[in-house]
């Protein structure tokens, strides 16, 4: 009977071993993220469309995916201020845990960014801040656009429960911050130390590893987003210097066109600019139906220009062109210094190419009529009558200046050089041009 008892304490204690055990297993597996998905998404680089379009692409298949956790890795020395306000409203609508992990730059628009995540951690050579705007010319922007952007960086700040004082000293170099030892006129940067000071960061961390197990999820199984070609070139594409390269080549290729024989060269790096201009740009987004629709437009105006003479349908297809070169956009003001430039590049070749080369080539010479009309190709319009010029005669009727007169038994048509000269007046022709005989009176040589 003991032994029966012993047994059963012994069946009992090891039921109550096994599952503590499980039990321990579970919380360690739980503990570790064991069973959690997790995505890592890049952003790298400069902020622009490109990377907007990728981000909405991740975000939207991790939310698909039911991802447990979302981990941003950011070096990035920031960029357009529309790409960044764009991608911030992105984060602001993403229900998934998110965490900003800074591996070595977040500046400019890239600090903006971070500051959406629920948390941020950085490594140890890692900055973020100093994320003054500055227009594409490199100038400061204007006090509105100063304003506008120090506000966004503050609300940022707020909406991750931060304080904004440190994020609009990012943006406004005049605010002072004397616990920071940094000189009025500079832009706030925070190395990892100052951002966990003041609450920009959760901690310091050398590598992924390491932050997966700090949020724990070095369990968990993860998903490395990568940019497809796609979106590498459009990110490419889409960069303002670029398109400024575009539009140019794209206007020096079509005016070179029209001093070149045939579909050359110059021609097709015209074509293909535009192509690529507009492939970018529907890729990253921004190009829809409407811009190719005006594209197709301003194409056929353009050729039907050279068969209905008078520059009004040229006129209207270039701008067609232009306009959807706008509407392809969410930057006015860069595009259009991109087109200023293109513009006045463009121009100088044109004019330069009409000085040196003129319109006998290329396609020119099929739409320019070059034939004149001269007398040694057979062409007279009023017969020459040079040897008039020295015969004398007698008016016929007065000269008001007009009038007739008789030389060598000939009536001419005749007119005075200006004088009034009665009839029966002895003249000599003096000038010929055409039909335009000029005469003077002789009155007073024959007293």
Do not use: C
């Not at 960014?113 to 900055?127: C, E, G, K, V």
């Not at 062409?379 to 004398?392: A, D, M, T, W």
């Amino acid at each position: 009977m003991k032994k029966l008892l012993y047994a059963v304490i012994f069946s009992m204690m090891m039921m109550f071993f096994i599952g503590f055990v499980q039990h321990a297993e579970a919380s360690d597996e739980q503990a570790n993220g064991v069973g959690k998905l997790v995505y890592i998404i890049p952003i790298e680089n400069e902020v622009e469309k490109g990377l907007e379009a990728f981000l909405r692409r991740a975000t939207k298949e991790a939310s698909e995916a039911n991802a447990d956790h979302i981990i941003f890795e950011i070096n990035t020395p920031g960029g357009a201020v529309e790409a960044a306000g764009n991608i911030g409203q992105i984060m602001q609508e993403i229900t998934i845990p998110t965490t900003a992990f800074i591996r070595s730059r977040a500046l400019s628009a890239g600090s903006y960014i971070a500051l959406f995540a629920d948390n941020i951690y950085m490594s140890p050579q890692a900055t973020m801040g100093a994320s003054g705007i500055i227009n594409v010319d490199g100038s400061a922007a204007d006090a509105k656009a100063q304003s506008y952007w120090r506000e966004a960086m503050g609300s940022a700040a707020e909406a991750g429960g931060r304080d904004r004082i440190y994020a609009e000293a990012m943006a406004d170099a005049s605010i002072d911050l004397p616990e920071f030892n940094a000189p009025v006129g500079e832009f706030l940067t925070l190395g990892p130390t100052k951002a966990l000071e003041v609450g920009y960061s959760q901690g310091t961390v050398n590598h992924r590893t390491e932050l997966l197990q700090v949020l724990g999820l070095s369990g968990a199984t993860i998903v490395e987003m990568e940019i497809t070609l796609a979106e590498t070139i459009a990110r490419f594409l889409t960069n303002s210097l670029v398109v400024s390269i575009l539009l140019t080549l794209a206007g020096l290729g079509f005016v070179l066109e029209l001093y070149t024989p045939g579909l050359g060269v110059a021609g097709v790096v015209g074509i293909a600019s535009l192509i690529l201009f507009f492939y970018g740009h529907a890729v990253a987004g921004l190009a829809g139906l409407e811009v190719f629709v005006l594209i197709i437009i301003g194409i056929g105006l353009i050729i039907a220009e050279f068969f209905v003479p008078g520059g009004i349908l040229g006129g209207i297809g270039v701008l067609s062109i232009i306009g959807a070169l706008f509407f392809a956009t969410d930057n006015i003001f860069a595009m259009g210094m991109s087109v200023l430039v293109a513009l006045i590049i463009t121009i100088t070749v044109a004019v330069i190419l009409y000085k040196r080369v003129g319109l006998k080539k290329g396609v020119l010479r099929h739409i320019v009529l070059f034939d004149q009309e001269t007398p040694d190709r057979g062409y007279v319009s009023v017969q020459e009558r040079k040897h008039l010029i020295g015969l004398k005669g007698t008016t016929v009727t007065p000269l008001r200046p007009a009038g007739t007169g008789v030389f060598e038994g000939n009536r001419i048509d005749i007119v005075s050089v200006g004088n009034f000269i009665q009839a029966n007046q002895m003249v000599e022709i003096i000038q010929v041009s055409g039909s335009r005989v000029v005469v003077k009176e002789l009155k007073n040589e024959e007293e």
